[in-house]
């Protein structure tokens, strides 16, 4: 009998506790005696914003294989968080199997995938370019970085996504594109009112925000125009959520609807006591997952979540300090948790 | 066109309406229910942080900084509300038509002071658009949307003039005395609750980890013996949620965190990156190895930085934006009467 995910989540918060000091001083100053817990929710969650002062993991630095970084923020790469992993091969196989049961579902074994975004040797700290160069390797239609990772020193190579599609067409295999809010807005900017026809049954995955890195839109017209340009229907854009300071994905099921994987948690709690908020009620996201066996388990985001069935709402950032007078929020100055939620820098297009 | 001596003149009659305002116990009660300050906290900015004895000087400069405007139109922010002098000055050394628009969640100081003046150029409009305005400057602070709304929607011609989100950073250098300069900078923190662009929310100490610490030790001794005079007033649900957020951070971070009914002192591991703690008396202290250490430690935000204060000013200058007031530990929240607090550029 598989065990319970109150369990494996109790012993990794013992197994963080044990080799990670920062995590025990935090058991320690939230009352909580971590070897005895036997409920997930009782293990104390690390705020994103630790990840980008300290080191968050069990192992020495020599050992890390992987190191993720959130993306620049008004402070300049000083206030990246890091994600170091000793082995990718939990986060690439719960990032896989998620990722194609939540995007590839009715689609043939391979596809064609093509990423709105900078190759990995150009964003290898990325954890989201990770990501989709996995999805492109294991789920795509052999194809080379150039023809996968269609921007090349900021500029969309067009005619490759042009060709590829055409292909695609032809020989009417669905496809998946993959991009970040940012880059689908300069994506639709640089195609004017031009379309570019995905196959039947392809996908758009979109993630992140904007971070200034682009106009601001909203998600429903940005959902509209992307379905509009690549003439599949509204539901076949797909948004992801994610953030660098975990290692599992939530997609929407519904727009604004997301769900988890069986080993990961989104519960929302109270912002000041950090205690679940009732059933359908808006709280921050307490991310509890299980995939993040090296550093940690419990995670606090800045997001706002509301539980609705069997998935969450995502329902934006929880705001910061508003800055009364002039003194500033930590909003403005760190958009700590913004960087935290848009994993990498797949670069502005 | 009025002399420079007539506008000072102006400027003076609204310093002395601020006199009286200091002394109007009535006044203090109902800014105490609309700032969020404790009593103490309000009587503490009426008698130290509103400008009721600046000097010829002070006053000459302001003029000089003011300018002339066919009309100014004032728009107030809400929490460091004795600012509100500064900002009508500036306002009525510019023009003979000013209108005053103060914030919805503190009204109370500028509706008093305009009272209070009883100068008839000087004009209260709460619901006044600042599309409105068809020539002259739009004086206006607080947020950082706050000013860009303003400049998206002021008519052309029209000049806009905007001090956005800002902070304090102090400086206590290697020949620091310890005690001495939390105690002075304990004063900076406490001012307003820490809601200002004055107030310090980072301290950089001069030398190793272990200095910080010992900084660490006394800002909490400082804060929490203050705290007994000068009570910490009611924190917004945002601002205790931010502060959960940040205490648990550095909790997870190092293990030198002081908390309490006074706020929170946090010390970073050596060389971790600045993480600006929120409102409410909380300070997140850094050892600095060098004055070159601070200064790559602050660049990133030099943008933001309004003041900086020090022990030893004279060393702080070296490392501080050009645009950031120097202020001695204990001074950071009372700069002179000689122009906006915030010198960014406007």
Not at chain 2, 151 to 160: D, E, N
Not at chain 2, 329 to 334: E, I, K, P, T, V
Request: charged share 25%.
């Amino acid at each position: 009998m598989p065990e319970s995910f109150d369990r494996l989540a109790c012993d990794l918060a013992r197994f963080q506790a044990e080799h990670i000091e920062g995590y025990a001083r935090l058991c320690r100053a939230r009352g909580v005696d971590i070897t005895s817990i036997d409920r997930a929710i009782d293990a104390p969650a690390v705020p994103a914003d630790a990840f980008k002062i300290t080191r968050v993991a069990t192992f020495p630095e020599h050992e890390a294989r992987a190191v993720f970084r959130t993306s620049g923020t008004t402070v300049g790469a000083q206030a990246r968080g890091v994600h170091a992993m000793r082995d990718t091969a939990t986060y690439d196989a719960a990032a896989l199997a998620f990722g194609r049961r939540m995007l590839a579902h009715g689609m043939p074994e391979r596809f064609p995938v093509v990423v709105l975004g900078p190759p990995p040797e150009a964003a290898a700290d990325s954890s989201l370019t990770h990501m989709l160069a996995l999805f492109a390797r294991e789920m795509g239609t052999p194809a080379s970085n150039a023809e996968t990772f269609i921007v090349e020193d900021g500029i969309f190579d067009i005619s490759t996504f042009d060709e590829r599609a055409a292909r695609a067409l032809v020989l009417g295999t669905p496809m998946l594109v993959a991009a970040t809010s940012f880059a689908l807005v300069h994506w639709l900017d640089a195609l004017g009112d031009d379309v570019f026809r995905l196959p039947p049954g392809s996908r758009v995955m979109q993630t992140g925000g904007f971070k200034g890195r682009s106009r601001e839109v909203d998600p429903a017209h940005l959902r509209r125009q992307v379905a509009r340009a690549f003439r599949i229907e509204v539901q076949a854009v797909v948004s992801e959520y994610g953030m660098t300071e975990l290692s599992s994905q939530f997609y929407e099921r519904k727009p604004g609807w997301y769900v988890e994987p069986p080993w990961a948690r989104v519960v929302p709690v109270d912002p000041v006591s950090l205690a679940p908020v009732p059933d359908g009620e808006i709280g921050i996201a307490r991310i509890e997952d299980l995939m993040n066996v090296d550093s940690a388990v419990c995670v606090l985001a800045a997001d706002r979540v509301r539980r609705v069935g069997g998935g969450f709402e995502l329902l934006g950032r929880q705001p910061g300090a508003p800055s009364r007078g002039c003194s500033i929020a930590i909003d403005d100055m760190m958009q700590s948790a913004l960087a935290s939620t848009e994993r990498g820098s797949p670069g502005k297009p | 066109m009025r002399t420079a001596e007539e506008r000072a003149h102006d400027v003076m009659r609204l310093v002395e309406a601020a006199r009286r305002l200091a002394e109007d116990a009535a006044i203090a009660h109902e800014l105490t229910r609309s700032t969020g300050l404790s009593p103490e906290g309000v009587e503490r900015a009426l008698s130290r942080h509103l400008e009721t004895r600046p000097s010829r000087a002070e006053i000459d400069a302001l003029v000089r900084y003011a300018g002339n405007a066919e009309r100014v139109l004032v728009v107030l922010s809400a929490n460091v509300f004795v600012a509100a002098l500064r900002a009508i000055a500036i306002g009525r050394a510019a023009s003979d038509h000013v209108v005053v628009r103060p914030s919805r969640r503190e009204p109370i100081f500028a509706r008093a002071l305009i009272e209070a003046a009883s100068d008839p150029a000087i004009a209260l409009e709460p619901h006044i658009g600042v599309e409105t305005i068809d020539s002259g400057e739009i004086h206006v602070y607080g947020r950082d949307e706050t000013v860009a709304f303003t400049r998206a929607h002021a008519r052309p011609g029209v000049r806009v003039r905007g001090h956005g989100a800002g902070m304090g950073v102090a400086w206590i250098s290697r020949s620091a005395a310890l005690d001495h300069s939390a105690r002075r900078l304990a004063d900076d923190v406490i001012a307003f609750d820490q809601r200002g662009c004055l107030s310090p929310r980072i301290a950089l100490v001069e030398g190793d980890y272990e200095r910080g610490v010992a900084f660490a030790h006394c800002m909490h001794a400082a804060l929490s013996d203050v705290a007994q005079m000068v009570p910490r007033g009611v924190l917004t649900e945002a601002e205790r949620a931010e502060a959960v957020r940040w205490s648990d951070a550095l909790s997870f971070a190092t293990g030198a965190l002081h908390a309490g009914d006074f706020g929170t002192v946090g010390i970073a591991p050596s060389g971790a990156p600045l993480l600006v703690p929120p409102p409410g008396r909380h300070l997140h202290i850094a050892p600095a190895p060098n004055i070159e250490a601070a200064r790559a430690m602050l660049a990133p935000m030099d943008g933001a930085i309004v003041t900086v204060g020090s022990d030893d000013p004279g060393r702080a200058e070296l490392f501080a934006p050009p645009h950031a007031r120097i202020a001695e530990l204990g001074a950071m929240q009372r700069p002179p009467f000689d122009g906006p607090v915030d010198r960014r550029d406007p």
